[in-house]
């Protein structure tokens, strides 16, 4: 069974870009999450989406946002890129069914902002 | 508002050393936690999950333990080995709306 995937691996893009990357779940898995892990800061939850709807996000300001598809796969958009914007974003998926919601992580995106 | 510390931030052990690793949150309400450990610049590999109905999980040389009245839980390594040199983290999963927050982590560094 495939794990989580994330695409693109790396990406380098300049300030006030924007930029789109995507996850597709575990399949069965309905919910995806979005973090983000800057150097020195931790992980910091960023967004959940469940069933297609945005059902939490994180201390992240507007411009960090995205959505899922009907086939459970997201995209996590930045606009107006800032340095402070370059981290590992990584995706995890789970299924809300049962009691566990265990989350499983794909390898991430590596966003450099020059 | 829940705060997940980890400690200690680092740790260097001799190869074969059982070692323990420490996590604290301050909000109870949640429904789970669990173990992750992470390598260099790569994403999170899941080791344990432990419901907030359950006191311990265990797989390999590896046994975690949750005290949710306390807020606290420990991941236990026996016989470690070179190969568990890495980042271990403890996230909670609290029940205000599924928000997952992680600890800051424990650098562990397992000399041969």
């Known amino acids: 069974e495939a794990g989580v995937t994330q695409s693109p691996t790396h990406l380098i893009k300049t300030r006030g870009q924007q930029v789109t990357l995507r996850c597709s779940p575990i399949s069965g898995h309905t919910s995806v999450y979005w973090y983000q892990q800057a150097l020195g800061l931790g992980l910091q939850f960023l967004l959940w989406?469940?069933?297609?709807?945005?059902?939490n996000r994180g201390n992240f300001p507007p411009r960090f946002s995205g959505r899922q598809f009907p086939n459970y796969s997201s995209e996590l958009n930045v606009n107006a890129l800032e340095l402070e914007d370059s981290a590992l974003y990584l995706c995890a998926s789970s299924s809300l069914r049962g009691v566990s919601y265990e989350q499983y992580f794909g390898p991430g995106t590596r966003l450099t902002v020059t | 508002k829940q705060e997940v510390t980890q400690i200690p931030a680092a740790l260097s052990v001799p190869e074969g050393e059982n070692l323990v690793l420490n996590c604290s949150f301050t909000d109870s309400a949640i429904y789970n936690l669990q173990w992750f450990r992470q390598d260099p610049g790569k994403g999170l590999t899941s080791l344990l999950l432990i419901q907030s109905s359950q006191r311990e999980q265990t797989s390999g040389r590896l046994n975690a333990s949750l005290d949710k009245s306390s807020g606290r839980s420990t991941l236990y390594i026996a016989a470690s080995q070179p190969g568990d040199s890495a980042t271990y983290l403890c996230?909670?999963?609290?029940?205000?709306?599924?928000?997952?927050?992680f600890g800051a982590g424990t650098r562990l560094f397992v000399k041969a």
């Open positions: 996230a909670v999963m609290d029940t205000g709306g599924f928000k997952t927050i």
């Open positions: 989406y469940d069933e297609g709807e945005e059902r």
